[in-house]
């Protein structure tokens, strides 16, 4: 078997944070390469009915628990970023137009803007914080704030969001290797080992 | 640090019976046992919000494929049964006069209740599939039914669900490692790590 594995994720997703920081070198020990795709959670929330974490009971406590712990684990930098979560509709549509035109410029966007929600903690629902990085990543800071506003990108965004659900995609991240999904930060060492063993 | 691992689970859990052929291996190479303690992850639903992985749109689907799926990759026995979720107030009750009287009895008893649902696909809400089981690893027919109608019992497992919501126990399997909560069985090698280096 050959082909990309794709990495689902949702830029105010902690555990998609997390697993940003490992997927590129876990895939490419099995001699292949990523393609990430942000969605809105939010999307595949109404399908589920799912709510965001923090506002489950018990849940909500141990998550807050487990993503500090998480950045000590993987020795990533973590701040628990306020406002959270935050809509991250902008951040995501700049994504897709960088992606169109390089990956690998969109791939350096998206850790620089994970890094500055959960790194730093600064509110990228905030169109001049998503310019400020993407200035950071050599980006023309007018061309990005077109984009968050453009018609052409939010449509973009909104089918990436729609592809998600049709394929099962539910969380955040979600990997898909093969037509095979996993979900979840802790399923990477399974993905890697699905890869090395062409399935089981 | 030293003490016991808890191994929290629902009998009807797929990850919790997953978890189960896995949790003693991790822990006694680490140097520590563990006490099993099952309990009604309805009452934590009931905190949470949740609802059976099986009724929630996208996740369901996952969940079935996910399971078989884990069935092969740990190479244990794995059938859907049907019904399912079932009620497993029975035996449970069971599990927790026998751990009181020989743990290990206890803990054989869970292994075979878990086999019969997700090995055999037995359905073990009726009282005399649990009657049974019990039977095959030599605990008296007669002890049995009178333990599942017993209020002695029931109390017992009632306080061990409150006590599993007090310690914010939302999901099965669920681990309390030194006061540390982890969840889920993708997270058992993570427990393992945790022992080993003495937290981080």
Request: overall charge negative; glycine content about 8%.
């Given at each position: 078997?050959?082909?990309?594995?794709?990495?689902?994720?949702d830029?105010?997703?902690p555990?998609?944070y997390?697993?940003?920081?490992k997927?590129?070198?876990?895939?490419?020990?099995?001699?292949?390469?990523?393609?990430?795709?942000?969605?809105?959670?939010?999307?595949?929330?109404?399908?589920?009915?799912a709510?965001?974490?923090?506002?489950?009971?018990?849940?909500?406590?141990?998550c807050v628990?487990?993503?500090?712990?998480?950045?000590r684990?993987?020795?990533?930098p973590?701040?628990?970023?306020?406002?959270f979560p935050?809509?991250?509709?902008?951040?995501?549509r700049?994504?897709?137009w960088?992606?169109?035109?390089?990956?690998?410029?969109?791939?350096?966007?998206?850790?620089?803007?994970?890094?500055?929600?959960?790194?730093?903690?600064?509110n990228?629902?905030?169109?001049?914080?998503v310019?400020?990085?993407?200035?950071?990543?050599?980006v023309?800071?007018?061309?990005v704030?077109?984009?968050?506003?453009?018609p052409?990108w939010?449509q973009?965004l909104?089918?990436?969001?729609?592809?998600?659900?049709?394929?099962g995609?539910?969380?955040?991240?979600?990997?898909?290797?093969?037509g095979?999904?996993?979900?979840?930060?802790?399923?990477l060492?399974?993905?890697a080992?699905?890869?090395?063993r062409?399935?089981?």
């Amino acid at each position: 078997m050959s082909g990309f594995v794709e990495f689902w994720f949702d830029f105010s997703s902690p555990y998609g944070y997390f697993a940003s920081h490992k997927v590129d070198v876990a895939v490419a020990k099995a001699g292949r390469s990523t393609i990430w795709k942000p969605f809105m959670l939010g999307a595949a929330f109404k399908v589920t009915g799912a709510r965001p974490f923090m506002d489950v009971p018990l849940k909500g406590d141990y998550c807050v628990h487990d993503w500090a712990r998480l950045g000590r684990y993987y020795r990533v930098p973590w701040v628990q970023p306020d406002p959270f979560p935050v809509a991250t509709l902008g951040a995501a549509r700049v994504f897709y137009w960088l992606d169109n035109e390089d990956p690998g410029v969109a791939k350096a966007f998206a850790k620089a803007i994970y890094h500055a929600y959960f790194g730093e903690g600064r509110n990228i629902s905030l169109p001049e914080v998503v310019v400020d990085v993407a200035a950071g990543v050599n980006v023309n800071p007018q061309r990005v704030e077109d984009v968050i506003a453009s018609p052409q990108w939010k449509q973009r965004l909104m089918e990436a969001s729609a592809e998600a659900v049709s394929r099962g995609v539910f969380g955040s991240p979600f990997f898909i290797v093969d037509g095979e999904g996993f979900w979840g930060a802790d399923r990477l060492p399974m993905v890697a080992e699905w890869l090395e063993r062409d399935g089981w």
